[in-house]
């Protein structure tokens, strides 16, 4: 059978033609193209033999983001056009407790399938950002946000408020996300 290279372009993580027959893998493991039939192709998992339905679009930016996360490729990202409007949002703010949980900004990518596709997600945690980033992307509690379209924490946005005080750390999640929100910068979590 033949395996899918692990060493890619950052290009070629958006241009993948899936091929029948051909192996790839996603969080799940590695599959085999069976089929394919339009945006979707059923494949099969190799570890166990489900046969399952995937969407071609979402199987590229997983793909892309497993590489990333295994640092086999490197992203030359695209500018930021309004990452200086959002620092000046997030620095009007201070903290006025100090404890054991943190606020966190994740920089998205490619959200819903554009390019670049930049978006924000506000959170919380008890556990450190970089703890909370990586569960977010291993599946643990995640927001499908972050899971999919996660590209890497922003300090420079959050850093000088950390760390907090619980109900502090809630309620500037929250009023960070809805600032970020009224500024048109496209903004998620801060439930």
Not at 29 to 40: D, F, K, M, S, T
């Amino acid at each position: 059978m033949i395996k899918f290279k692990d060493i890619l372009m950052p290009e070629a993580c958006s241009n993948i033609n899936f091929k029948i027959g051909e192996s790839y893998r996603n969080r799940l493991g590695w599959y085999e193209v069976l089929e394919i039939n339009g945006n979707h192709m059923r494949v099969k998992y190799e570890a166990n033999g489900n046969v399952s339905t995937l969407t071609i679009g979402d199987q590229k930016r997983i793909l892309s983001n497993i590489l990333r996360e295994e640092k086999i490729i490197v992203i030359e990202p695209k500018p930021v056009t309004w990452i200086d409007k959002a620092r000046l949002v997030t620095h009007r703010y201070t903290r006025q407790t100090t404890g054991n949980h943190y606020l966190y900004i994740i920089l998205l990518s490619q959200v819903n399938g554009k390019d670049p596709g930049y978006a924000l997600y506000v959170g919380e945690t008890s556990k450190t950002p970089e703890e909370r980033f990586k569960q977010h992307l291993n599946g643990y509690k995640a927001s499908r946000f972050v899971k999919y379209y996660g590209t890497r924490l922003l300090p420079e946005l959050y850093e000088h408020l950390i760390p907090l005080g619980r109900e502090e750390a809630k309620n500037l999640e929250g009023e960070i996300a809805e600032d970020l929100k009224q500024h048109d910068i496209p903004t998620f979590g801060g439930h």
